[in-house]
């Protein structure tokens, strides 16, 4: 065998020989967070009276950020997390840079540091990072970071069904990469999973939210075709929907356009029948008659 041949034999060997090593090495997740789950409260009334503070240090409650006349979006995030809060976050504002609306004015973002050793000042900081990010002016209004109590948060997280754990071993939380999308009342009326928000997924969601109140006539529309798939954790369309539409398009269709036209046609052709036959000289006029001289 060539001495070529025979390196790239050895080197083969050796991977598949290294490989179930380096599987035997991937380290474990802790006992502590295997049980770990998203439990959706779905049309859940939220506490809306639990008391944080927000990223200047002033004393707030959760209901102060449910203004009665837009929907609310609200996570589960703390400023130390080393990438889940910071790749979620990411993605949302991406997401939400791509929606025509703006914070502050149809909906508001409300994230709550599940950290009790979070400062607010450590908040701000986050808040502009992601503000910055934005990057739309005007609406720093609409962006809200909250830091508070143990209690305080563990009571919010048992409402929104959000099950987090704090790792000693690492110095760290583990948690789900979920949002709320709440109504301005104060219910849940949504979860979405993942890191990745694409723009109809919010947009739908924040309509759903609002009950009506943000979104146009065709937003409205869109909301009725489409339903919310869980399992990708996004807005699919609805087949059935989709054939009940396409039904009443058909006999609108029919009723509105088709049979006014055939019966104005038909109506057209008696007219014109009519018309020939008024025009036509009798038989016996044109045998008989003569031209005068």
């Not at 979070?118 to 002016?137: G, P, S, V």
């Not at 759903?208 to 399992?231: M, N, P, Q, W």
Request: aromatic share 10%; glycine share 6%; hydrophobic share 35%.
């Amino acid at each position: 065998m060539k001495p070529l041949h025979t390196s790239i034999l050895i080197l083969f060997v050796w991977g598949l020989s290294v490989l179930p090593v380096q599987a035997d090495r991937m380290e474990k997740a802790p006992k502590s967070i295997e049980k770990l789950d998203v439990i959706e409260h779905l049309d859940t009334q939220l506490p809306l009276d639990l008391k944080f503070q927000d990223s200047s240090g002033k004393p707030v409650t959760l209901g102060d950020y449910f203004k009665k006349d837009r929907p609310v979006i609200l996570s589960l995030n703390y400023s130390n997390c080393p990438m889940l809060c910071s790749l979620q976050l990411t993605a949302l504002v991406r997401g939400l840079k791509e929606l025509e609306w703006s914070a502050d004015e149809q909906y508001d973002f409300v994230s709550v540091s599940i950290d009790p050793k979070e400062t607010y000042q450590r908040a701000n900081l986050t808040k502009q990072k992601y503000f910055k990010e934005y990057d739309r002016a005007g609406t720093a209004g609409g962006w809200h970071f909250l830091c508070g109590r143990q209690e305080s948060i563990d009571q919010l997280a048992d409402a929104m069904g959000v099950q987090y754990q704090y790792v000693a071993e690492r110095q760290e939380y583990a948690h789900p990469a979920v949002l709320l999308v709440c109504t301005p009342d104060g219910r849940v009326s949504r979860y979405l999973y993942g890191i990745n928000f694409p723009k109809q997924t919010l947009k739908l969601a924040l309509v759903e939210a609002s009950e009506g109140k943000i979104g146009s006539t065709v937003d409205r529309f869109l909301l009725f075709c489409f339903h919310y798939d869980a399992d990708s954790g996004r807005y699919a369309p609805t087949a059935r929907n989709i054939m009940k539409i396409g039904g009443f398009a058909t006999v609108f269709i029919l009723t509105v356009v088709l049979i006014p036209y055939w019966r104005g046609r038909k109506g057209r052709q008696v007219l014109e029948t009519g018309d020939a036959q008024a025009h036509e000289v009798p038989q016996e006029t044109r045998h008989f008659s003569t031209p005068e001289h």
